[in-house]
């Protein structure tokens, strides 16, 4: 026994190894990538991994509690209250419109009103694990539809606790259950119920909020002091288990009592020690969720009825898609967001498995049914990342292109020596200096929106994009001096390096660099000047603290315009061994050494020199 653990284990994290890695680099995400790599090991592949699947299915679902309790550490209370109208609107409005347009269908097909509204509550519900993963590794988070998706997600997670209670008032007559899905659920939610569940379900969230808000950090305090990492860790994950354990026992969600317990913690000062501690278990474990879920298909009932249960994911993500996009569309978010917002969301959610066996314990879904839901609901989970896929790859820039793209302004540049292309936080600055000291600009943006804001304060910004040679022509690039480029898209950079040197190749061009390596590729492309945009402020920086260190001003600035001199020399003669690893990395140190010795003979020049500098 003990041996077969140890050999499961090897198997699933051998297959993350090696199915992960190559679904990102194919970017398809991690996400597909860990329910391929449980597909291939599953039953109906490889069977690598039996029927023991489904109990690693149940542990492997601590991933999704910890990540509600990391997603509940990032929000205060005031944000989440701020957030109020998204969660219970657009939440409720989803839940809701989506079960009914299933529930209707699923009437017109001829089964029991009882069955139908069942499985449109189980098809309402999302996947947290794979949205909140798939936003996060894009970077979406933060966008409009991501924090909508949030708030959906939270609403839905939410909903599972009257839902659990509803299902058993939905009982079919004559309709028999499966003693093999009905052990899955939980026997203490059908034992309460009433005022009873109510009260309990009141007790433990006020124990929750009062626990993390007065006894949470008091036990925090204690444990830090210890300087032991590994009993704060633990004392992390006991917080959560514990919570686990306490919803559980009441039939409530676990996700839902964690995100409260990250949401009461949010303020404390131990927030980010607590991140930083359950990130790692948080990634495993929702790796572990996402193989059990693609080890699960049931691939005997796909091949049986391919056309069928192909038809039914097509028809639930066209529905759920649908509602979403009006919802979307009523709430205010522009089309390129909501396109975005429906994808993410538009499949069937982990917290099925439990609902679909609740129910069929309760007599509202046969075997049979239940089985298909399953699959259903499984293969639209699969189904998302590569929906995903097709709208960032072909559906978003299509959309931006058409949404965003308007005639280019008529330029009246005059006979103005500068031509600033991207007006945002960068090139507002070069202008502003150009300005004051008597040089005029034409300023350029390919950014609606931001040119429209900086209009207000009576900035002169034409739209256009730069890259284009017709453009610089109108902006007076064949009579200009030099070329700004202030832009924040790297290849949208180099691509307008080469459009200059080729139209324009008397036009002198500086141009922004986000880092040392970017600054290399400008340079490949012909830029004649590269400033990287956080070299500056980096340098003022150090000098800084050179004087709060106790260095006399006037040396600290010495020591700073040598620092810069050198690298600034040095990065052209790395530029011409870069590629060669080798060589590029011997001349790194060569130069540090060289660096190093400079200011050391400018510190004993300092001291033998006469104390002209010194404090009288």
């Not at 249960?309 to 996009?325: C, D, H, R």
């Not at 292109?401 to 330029?411: L, N, S, V, W």
């Not at 070069?430 to 034409?442: D, E, F, I, P």
Request: charged share 15%.
């Amino acid at each position: 026994m003990f041996s077969e653990v140890f050999q499961q284990a090897f198997i699933y994290l051998a297959a993350a190894v090696i199915a992960v890695p190559i679904a990102k680099r194919l970017g398809l995400g991690s996400a597909l990538g860990y329910l391929l790599a449980g597909f291939l090991i599953g039953p109906a592949m490889l069977g690598l991994v039996g029927e023991a699947g489904q109990d690693v299915l149940h542990f492997a679902e601590f991933g999704v509690v910890l990540m509600l309790f990391l997603v509940g550490l990032e929000l205060e209370p005031a944000v989440l209250w701020r957030m109020r109208t998204s969660i219970i609107g657009l939440g409720g409005l989803q839940v809701g419109i989506t079960t009914g347009v299933i529930a209707l269908i699923i009437i017109f097909s001829g089964l029991e009103w009882q069955t139908a509204l069942a499985i449109g509550l189980v098809l309402s519900l999302s996947s947290t694990a794979i949205v909140l993963q798939t936003l996060s590794e894009k970077g979406w988070m933060n966008t409009p539809a991501g924090k909508n998706s949030f708030s959906v997600l939270l609403f839905q997670d939410i909903a599972v606790i009257p839902i659990l209670a509803l299902i058993p008032f939905l009982a079919v007559p004559g309709m028999h259950g499966a003693p093999e899905l009905a052990q899955a659920s939980d026997s203490a939610q059908g034992e309460m119920t009433g005022w009873m569940q109510g009260l309990m379900v009141l007790g433990v969230v006020t124990g929750i909020v009062v626990a993390g808000r007065y006894l949470a950090r008091p036990v925090f305090h204690y444990i830090a002091k210890t300087r032991n990492r590994e009993v704060f860790i633990a004392t992390a994950l006991l917080l959560v288990v514990g919570i686990t354990l306490l919803m559980n026992a009441v039939g409530l969600s676990p996700a839902l009592g964690t995100f409260l317990a990250g949401v009461v913690l949010a303020e404390s000062e131990y927030r980010h020690e607590l991140e930083s501690n359950i990130e790692p278990f948080k990634g495993l474990l929702l790796g572990l969720f996402f193989i059990s879920v693609g080890a699960s298909i049931d691939h005997g009932l796909i091949m049986s009825e391919p056309l069928m249960i192909a038809g039914l994911v097509a028809l639930l993500i066209a529905i759920k898609f649908s509602v979403l996009m009006v919802l979307g569309r009523v709430f205010g978010l522009l089309l390129a967001d909501n396109l975005m917002f429906a994808s993410a969301l538009a499949q069937g959610g982990e917290f099925a498995f439990l609902l679909v066996s609740f129910a069929v314990q309760n007599h509202v879904l046969g075997i049979e049914i239940a089985n298909q839901l399953i699959v259903v609901v499984v293969m639209s989970m699969v189904a998302t990342p590569l929906v995903i896929i097709v709208y960032e790859r072909w559906i978003q820039p299509r959309f931006e292109a058409c949404g965003t793209e308007r005639e280019p302004d008529d330029i009246d540049a005059g006979d103005n020596q500068v031509i600033i292309a991207g007006y945002g936080r960068f090139g507002q600055v070069v202008s502003r200096l150009l300005k004051a000291s008597g040089y005029n600009a034409t300023l350029l943006d390919h950014d609606a929106g931001q040119i429209e804001l900086v209009g207000r304060f009576g900035a002169k910004v034409f739209y256009g994009d730069a890259s284009r040679g017709d453009l610089l022509e109108s902006a007076g690039a064949a009579r200009a001096t030099l070329l700004v480029i202030a832009i924040d898209d790297r290849e949208k950079a180099i691509q307008m390096i080469h459009t200059a040197n080729m139209r324009f190749p008397g036009l002198k061009i500086l141009a922004r660099a986000f880092d040392r390596r970017h600054a290399y590729e400008l340079m490949k492309a012909g830029a004649e000047c590269i400033t990287r945009e956080t070299f500056g402020s980096a340098l003022a920086m150090g000098e800084e603290a050179l004087r709060l260190l106790g260095v006399s001003q006037q040396r600290a600035a010495r020591m700073t315009k040598t620092f810069e001199r050198h690298d600034v020399i040095n990065m052209h003669k790395l530029y011409e061994v870069w590629g060669d690893d080798q060589a590029y990395g011997l001349r790194v140190r060569q130069n540090l050494e060289d660096l190093e010795k400079v200011l050391r003979e400018d510190a004993a020049s300092e001291a033998d020199s006469s104390p002209e500098d010194q404090p009288s």
